[in-house]
T-cell receptor, first 113, second 115 residues
């Protein structure tokens, strides 16, 4: 089966940089995604890594190392509005040829002044 | 704008009744939609994969007779919670892949409260 590990909570100061790590175990791996979810809302897509390396989108960057089954989300120039839960999610191949996305437990990021 | 629209956003129903939640893909055809369930402060748990024109694929432990999924068209999938009980109270979210499959777009989610 699939399993993902990420920290449950992280606190960081406004303007700082924070890194949220994610390790995973799966078979038939396709890629690692990150999603942001504010309290009471639906998740929104942040990034997707299928290959090793760093993907940058504005203040957010995501990294993947397939050999280490590891990735991270890097948030720079933190703003108060970045306070939310961040989920890593693995896309892999399931029996029957379908793709499946499994989510981690989520990391609750609190940005403090 | 929204890619996936979900309705209703909030619903309260009495124990023993059934509730239908709709998920629509906007501006594109979705052959596959996914239904998730999320309890407060927990992760999203995939309940089932909804395939247009065929039976849904349910995850282990999800009662297919309780959570009825219908995907009758390329833009609409519905989840019906039958004989709802208070323990079914949760946040239900649908999603769909983009064409090409690397991004998941979520509906707005539906808060179900069973009293």
């Amino acid at each position: 089966g699939q399993s993902l590990e990420q920290p449950s909570e992280v606190t960081a100061v406004e303007g700082a940089i924070v890194q949220i790590n994610c390790t995973y175990q799966t078979s038939g791996f396709y890629g690692l995604s990150w999603y942001q979810q504010h309290d009471g809302g639906a998740p929104t897509f942040l990034s997707y890594n299928a290959l090793d390396g760093l993907e940058e989108t504005g203040r957010f960057s995501s990294f993947l190392s397939r050999s280490d089954s590891y990735g991270y989300l890097l948030l720079q120039e933190l703003q108060m509005k970045d306070s939310a839960s961040y989920f890593c999610a693995v896309r892999d191949r399931r029996s029957g040829g379908y793709q499946k996305v499994t989510f981690g437990i989520g990391t609750k990021l609190q940005v403090i002044p | 704008g929204a890619v996936v629209s979900q309705h209703p956003s909030r619903v309260i129903c009495k124990s023993g009744t059934s509730v239908k939640i709709e998920c629509r893909s906007l501006d594109f055809q979705a052959t596959t939609m996914f239904w998730y369930r999320q309890f407060p402060k927990q992760s999203l748990m995939l309940m089932a994969t909804s395939n247009e024109g065929s039976k849904a694929t349910y995850e282990q432990g999800v009662e297919k007779d309780k959570f009825l999924i219908n995907h009758a068209s390329l833009t609409l999938s519905t989840l019906t919670v039958t004989s709802a009980h208070p323990e079914d109270s949760s946040f239900y979210i649908c999603s769909t892949d983009t064409i090409g499959g690397n991004t998941i777009y979520f509906g707005e989610g539906s808060w179900l409260t069973v009293v």
